[in-house]
């Protein structure tokens, strides 16, 4: 069965340092690998996605994302955390035995950056 | 604003009453998607149209749950009978979609049902 597994229910770091997110995935064939952000009240926002080529992708809000084929990990990380990142945070996995159309979904991890 | 639209973005309804939520999704996208969010997880695949064609469905679609998108443009999702069950975030996402293109989708903020 495809899945996607966020081990980490929270995240807690202080601003200014760095942060990870981390994501492992279970799929056959090469999936297209994605990162949203939601905030309250408001809808899912893409961050970035990993397709081919180099495995460190870069995306919105200077956050960046290190696909690791051996490993089967996406971890989402960003050099130094502010308040405003606090939000959830969800993985997710398009996979070709899903004609690459729907998104697979982690659980979410919920960060927290304090001051 | 020329985002995913959602409405109602939000609905209480007694259980075995019928509902029905619209999305409109960004104009030039051909797909379009639904999926269900309960508290703590993550969103799960409900359906999704091409154009006017419902390509696929999830097991999660029960018969009570029928969507559509007539005109291959904005879509609803109708819930008959609702249960308690039911009570989710319903989201709507759009893309480009051509072949295996790995366009992101774009969600809509949500419908959140709770069916009492």
């Known amino acids: 069965a495809q899945s996607v597994a966020q081990p980490e229910d929270q995240v807690n770091v202080a601003e200014g340092n760095p942060l990870t997110v981390k994501c492992t995935y279970s799929?056959?064939?090469?999936?297209?690998l994605f990162w949203y952000v939601q905030y309250p009240n408001r809808g899912l926002q893409f961050l970035l996605k990993y397709i081919t080529g180099d495995n460190l992708v870069k995306g919105s809000y200077g956050f960046e994302a290190e696909f690791n084929k051996s490993q089967t990990s996406f971890h989402l990380k960003k050099p130094s955390a502010l308040v405003s990142d606090s939000a959830l945070y969800f993985c997710a996995v398009r996979s070709p035995s899903g004609g690459y159309n729907k998104l697979i979904f982690g659980a979410g991890t919920r960060l927290a950056v304090h001051p | 604003d020329t985002g995913v639209s959602q409405d109602p973005r939000h609905k209480i309804t007694k259980r075995g009453q019928n509902v029905t939520f619209r999305c409109d999704p960004i104009?030039?996208?051909?797909?379009l998607y639904w999926y269900r969010q309960t508290l703590g997880q993550g969103p799960e695949f409900l359906t999704y149209f091409q154009n006017e064609a419902q390509l696929e469905k999830s097991r999660l679609l029960s018969d009570r749950f029928s969507a559509e998108r007539p005109k291959g443009s904005f879509s609803t999702l109708e819930i008959q009978r609702t249960e308690q069950g039911d009570s989710a975030m319903y989201l709507c996402?759009?893309?480009f979609g051509e072949g295996g293109r790995a366009n992101e989708q774009f969600f809509g903020p949500g419908t959140r049902l709770t069916v009492l």
């Open positions: 996402a759009s893309s």
């Open positions: 104009s030039e996208h051909n797909r």
């Open positions: 799929v056959s064939g090469n999936p297209y």
